[in-house]
């Protein structure tokens, strides 16, 4: 059906001006199945003025009609004929009403009904009238945006910029999420980890929360500048802003936390500080001088309040007389940001206290100076002790978290104020270019404290906001055989740092500096969870997991899904016996999709119960078992290559939560089971889409090296295959066999079934189906010899199924048939099974790929890994104890181990409430087969 040139004119995809370019540009709008239909990129050639939100409220533009462009934040659908849609601007947010009026500018139904299916965070040109909102019997004004007193008649949509796929989550979760760190406890309020933010950084970024934290932290950064820009040391001395090399030939201070990289055939260090270039600077006669630059730190903590690569605000400068000319400038400083950031970010203040609600930060116009020592005796005259340590607290000792916090509030209740400094620093809690305290202080601090003081003080100072320490300065050592003497106590060599030693051998004036941390204070200035959160981009040890293990080629180019092409739509398939088609051209075949791309886990979607849901963009596949109580079973990854695993994970889900129907029935809604095979799904799955995992099972792999596999050098395994070779027994492999063997093979498939159904219920994810996709099989056949019979009959039977390149092969089934050395056999024959799985093991080892995989067995506990704990975690434990204990699950995997395989976890992971009693029997019953 094709709509009227009116409705062309309504929605679809503009040219500024309202024209179309050509016929295919018009046609844009067209009612097919595409969830973004109508969506295009726009080209500006002049055209109404566009609006900010914010000026929307003016009296003169009540009744008015209006232009802007803005993302969709969320939709919400009414009716059929009502559908409200709130539009975002960075920080702003309006309403907008979509719903038929009288001519001549009425939505179409067609229209709303189009509209009311863009994905959030789509990016629109919206021409609607201003009015005054219809409010609810009791309500005075809209919530839930930023403005709150008008709204907008919707008269025209048009997709500038479309979502290629579903996000991970929406902006309107992340923003109306209250507790950004801890879940909830009604399992509908929307939930999204610290790690989903970070793995889906850019949506996280657009949020209320984010979008104000960046502009609070470049207001931090602006006044930094600012305030130093202006301020003339003595009246006589500007301080420059300079720009120094992150590159440099030695370590600053400890080896031990600097990255080191190789550097044309050298080594070289990324620069824990701009330290060194700016003392460089000093005695290069600048005066005074500061940076904001990246400062990298090689310390493997995984903490909340450290990273790997942060911005420093850094300073140096000449002293007159002591070192606390600087710690006065520090302090200026700022004092002049905590201003800016209150008086200039007022808004956006107020904005992160919805999520972290933390009193503003107060700090005196004369800040307290504390002598360390001071402070550990506060902390000991109050009682207080270190639970990690349970150690006296020691003068000569730098301060633990812990002590930090709490001398923090110790300062709060005496003084009143989240702003302080430590002054006169151990010797031992300082770097090797502190300059020691003089004389008169030294015996100061000692007639006051004694000999608790436990050695010397230095020049140098901490500047703590709400507890923690946020910069660290003092003055520097500039006499050049002192300097040497310091680096040799230290065992810092020299090399790599003749230049920086040259500034203090050819004379350099006394100095001082300081380094502050920018996300530490802007973590602490908002009172954020997490220091992650106060990095743009944050880097930490986890940060640059390796890539994927690449693809060594694939065996079916034509069935390559990053050539295949682009398209839409949504089909579900049968797994083995159809080719689906696209609009122009079929899908390439599943079977040809587990050979290039495929893990064992994947081979079993060529089973009957399993359906196939194909994604048009990329050719790739998703396999699943719908359950009667509305849940989906996902097992494996998806088939495509690993770059584009996370785009279609995303549009399968999306399709799963509409319930959409393909070719097949429609399956569940919102509610979804996986059994992931690889930790890449539990990242994609755990992190991008804030997903519970847990692991009990493990996928058994062999890595085959040369001709002999190592499971030859098991006692047991070595004895059994002599007894099988002394009853005669014979390994035969087949691509291709005599109908007479199948049908024997057959035959004694039905026997083993019926052994099986004797014993009861097992857990098992496919059906034994051995000719099925023969082509990427090869088939181990150990025969034994009949009595008074010149025949031989299988007594063992192992398949091999071909894997993508990265797996290699999978051992599909391992038969061990019932012995035929009696009228009624009901136990294996001895070492068949050990001789037809050798026979299997060398013949992968000729191939020269030496990868083989058993498939998944039950491991020897469960585990959980994200988001699982507690009262749940004892209950699953439990039940998979009994389940185990009852069928004997490790009983595959101690075999296997037998073999030489190890294991390599995989994880059950479930959308965040999906795994309550339902959910738990979904899984059950598609695992447990009576027969």
């Given at each position: 059906m094709r709509e009227s040139e009116e409705e062309r004119n309504a929605y679809g995809e503009v040219d500024w001006d309202g024209d179309y370019d050509d016929e295919e540009q018009r046609d844009?709008?067209?009612?097919?199945?595409?969830?973004?239909?109508?969506?295009?990129?726009?080209?500006?050639?002049?055209?109404?003025?566009?609006?900010?939100?914010?000026?929307?409220?003016?009296?003169?533009?009540?009744?008015?009609?209006?232009?802007?462009?803005?993302?969709?934040?969320?939709?919400?659908?009414?009716?059929?004929?009502?559908?409200?849609?709130?539009?975002?601007?960075?920080?702003?947010?309006?309403?907008?009403?979509?719903?038929?009026?009288?001519?001549?500018?009425?939505?179409?139904?067609?229209?709303?009904?189009?509209?009311?299916?863009?994905?959030?965070?789509?990016?629109?040109?919206?021409?609607?009238?201003?009015?005054?909102?219809?409010?609810?019997?009791?309500?005075?004004?809209?919530?839930?945006?930023?403005?709150?007193?008008?709204?907008?008649?919707?008269?025209?949509?048009?997709?500038l910029s479309r979502v290629a796929?579903?996000?991970?989550?929406?902006?309107?979760?992340?923003?109306?999420?209250?507790?950004?760190?801890?879940?909830?406890?009604?399992?509908?309020?929307?939930?999204?980890p610290s790690r989903s933010r970070i793995a889906s950084r850019i949506i996280h970024l657009r949020s209320l929360t984010a979008q104000s934290t960046f502009r609070i932290q470049s207001t931090i950064t602006t006044a930094f500048r600012a305030h130093l820009a202006d301020l003339e040391y003595l009246h006589t001395t500007p301080l420059l802003e300079i720009h120094t090399p992150k590159l440099q030939g030695g370590a600053s201070e400890s080896g031990a936390s600097v990255f080191k990289l190789k550097y044309f055939g050298?080594?070289?260090?990324?620069?824990?500080?701009?330290?060194?270039?700016?003392?460089?600077?000093?005695?290069?006669?600048?005066?005074?001088?500061?940076?904001?630059?990246?400062?990298?730190?090689?310390?493997n903590s995984n903490t909340k309040r450290h990273l790997t690569e942060y911005t420093g605000l850094d300073l140096e400068m000449v002293i007159k007389q002591d070192y606390h000319e600087v710690m006065l400038v520090v302090d200026s400083v700022l004092k002049a940001i905590f201003s800016s950031v209150y008086t200039k970010r007022r808004r956006e203040v107020d904005v992160i206290k919805a999520q972290f609600p933390v009193p503003d930060l107060v700090w005196l116009p004369k800040t307290p100076v504390i002598a360390f020592a001071d402070g550990i005796q506060m902390l000991i005259d109050s009682g207080w002790t270190d639970p990690s340590s349970q150690q006296p607290l020691l003068k000569n000792q730098d301060?633990?978290?812990?002590?930090?916090?709490?001398?923090?509030?110790?300062?709060?209740?005496?003084?009143?104020?989240?702003?302080?400094?430590?002054?006169?620093?151990?010797?031992?809690?300082?770097?090797?270019?502190?300059?020691?305290?003089?004389?008169?202080?030294?015996?100061?601090?000692?007639?006051?404290?004694g000999e608790s003081l436990g050695g010397l003080v230095t020049s140098s100072f901490d500047?703590?906001?709400?507890?923690?320490?946020?910069?660290?300065?003092?003055?520097?050592?500039?006499?050049y055989g002192m300097l040497v003497d310091a680096m040799a106590e230290n065992d810092i060599s020299a090399r790599g740092l003749e230049e920086y030693l040259d500034g203090f051998r050819w004379g350099a004036p006394p100095h001082a500096g300081a380094g502050i941390g920018l996300e530490r204070?802007?973590?602490?200035?908002?009172?954020?969870?997490?220091?992650?959160?106060?990095?743009?981009?944050?880097?930490?040890?986890?940060?640059?997991?390796?890539?994927?293990?690449?693809?060594?080629?694939?065996?079916?180019?034509?069935?390559?899904?990053?050539?295949?092409?682009t398209g839409v739509g949504r089909i579900l398939s049968s797994p083995f016996l159809s080719s689906p088609s696209s609009r122009s051209r079929s899908l390439p075949p599943v079977p040809s999709l587990i050979a290039n791309y495929g893990d064992a886990a994947n081979t079993s979607w060529l089973d009957d119960r399993y359906l196939v849901w194909r994604d048009v963009r990329t050719g790739g596949a998703v396999g699943f078992v719908p359950s009667s109580s509305g849940f989906a079973i996902i097992v494996g990854d998806p088939l495509c290559d690993k770059s584009q695993t996370a785009g279609v994970v995303a549009r399968f889900l999306a399709w799963l939560?509409?319930?959409?129907?393909?070719?097949?029935?429609?399956?569940?809604?919102?509610?979804?089971?996986g059994n992931i095979k690889s930790t890449l799904r539990d990242s994609v799955l755990g992190s991008r889409l804030g997903w519970s995992s847990f692991t009990c099972i493990a996928e058994s792999r062999v890595e085959l090296e040369g001709e002999v596999p190592g499971a030859l050098d098991d006692k047991e395994v070595g004895r059994k295959i002599r007894k099988a070779e002394s009853e005669g027994i014979e390994v035969g492999v087949w691509a291709a066999m005599s109908l007479h063997l199948k049908h024997q093979i057959d035959d004694r498939i039905k026997e083993w079934r019926e052994g099986r159904r004797k014993k009861g219920g097992q857990v098992r994810l496919t059906e034994v189906e051995v000719w099925r996709d023969s082509i990427h099989r090869q088939y181990f056949v150990a025969l034994a010899p009949r009595k008074r019979v010149d025949d031989k009959i299988p007594v063992a039977l192992v398949v091999l199924h071909q894997l993508s390149p990265m797996y290699g092969f999978q051992v599909k089934y391992a038969l061990d048939f019932p012995s035929s050395s009696s009228s009624t056999p009901t136990t294996p024959t001895t070492g068949a099974i050990e001789s037809a799985l050798t026979t299997a093991m060398h013949s992968v080892a000729s191939t020269?790929?030496?990868?083989?995989?058993?498939?998944?067995?039950?491991?020897?506990?469960?585990?959980?890994?994200?988001?699982?704990?507690?009262?749940?975690?004892?209950?699953?434990?439990?039940?998979?104890?009994?389940?185990?204990?009852?069928?004997?699950?490790?009983?595959?995997?101690?075999?296997?181990?037998?073999?030489?395989?190890?294991e390599e976890e995989v994880y059950v992971c479930y959308p965040r409430g999906g795994l309550g009693t339902r959910g738990a029997k979904a899984v059950l019953d598609f695992c447990v087969a009576e027969s």
């Open positions: 844009a709008g067209r009612d097919d199945d595409d969830d973004d239909e109508g969506g295009g990129k726009g080209r500006r050639r002049g055209g109404p003025t566009l609006q900010k939100i914010p000026t929307l409220s003016s009296p003169s533009l009540l009744h008015q009609p209006i232009h802007i462009i803005a993302r969709i934040h969320t939709i919400r659908a009414v009716s059929s004929s009502l559908v409200f849609i709130v539009f975002r601007q960075q920080l702003d947010s309006i309403q907008g009403v979509l719903s038929p009026t009288p001519p001549p500018s009425s939505p179409t139904p067609h229209m709303i009904h189009w509209a009311s299916r863009l994905h959030p965070e789509t990016i629109v040109h919206v021409k609607a009238i201003v009015q005054k909102p219809n409010l609810p019997k009791g309500g005075d004004r809209i919530e839930g945006t930023s403005v709150h007193d008008v709204e907008l008649r919707i008269l025209e949509l048009h997709v796929e579903p996000v991970p989550f929406t902006v309107y979760d992340a923003d109306i999420n209250s507790d950004a760190h801890e879940p909830h406890p009604n399992p509908l309020t929307p939930y999204i050298r080594t070289a260090f990324l620069a824990q500080s701009p330290q060194l270039f700016k003392q460089m600077s000093i005695a290069a006669d600048f005066g005074g001088v500061y940076e904001v630059g990246p400062v990298f730190r090689a310390e301060l633990s978290t812990r002590a930090e916090i709490q001398l923090g509030k110790l300062i709060k209740q005496k003084y009143n104020t989240d702003y302080y400094i430590l002054d006169l620093f151990p010797k031992s809690a300082r770097p090797f270019y502190t300059m020691p305290a003089s004389a008169k202080v030294q015996r100061r601090m000692e007639e006051r404290h500047i703590f906001v709400r507890g923690q320490e946020i910069t660290t300065g003092g003055q520097r050592i500039h006499d204070l802007l973590m602490l200035i908002l009172g954020l969870d997490d220091i992650r959160n106060a990095s743009m981009y944050p880097r930490d040890p986890k940060s640059l997991p390796e890539p994927p293990k690449a693809l060594e080629g694939i065996r079916h180019p034509e069935a390559d899904t990053l050539v295949w092409g939560g509409r319930g959409e129907k393909g070719k097949g029935k429609e399956k569940g809604k919102d509610k979804d089971k020269g790929s030496g990868r083989l995989t058993f498939g998944t067995s039950a491991t020897s506990r469960l585990t959980p890994t994200r988001g699982v704990g507690g009262v749940r975690v004892k209950i699953l434990g439990h039940a998979y104890e009994a389940i185990s204990e009852r069928m004997a699950l490790r009983g595959k995997g101690e075999f296997r181990k037998k073999m030489g395989a190890e």
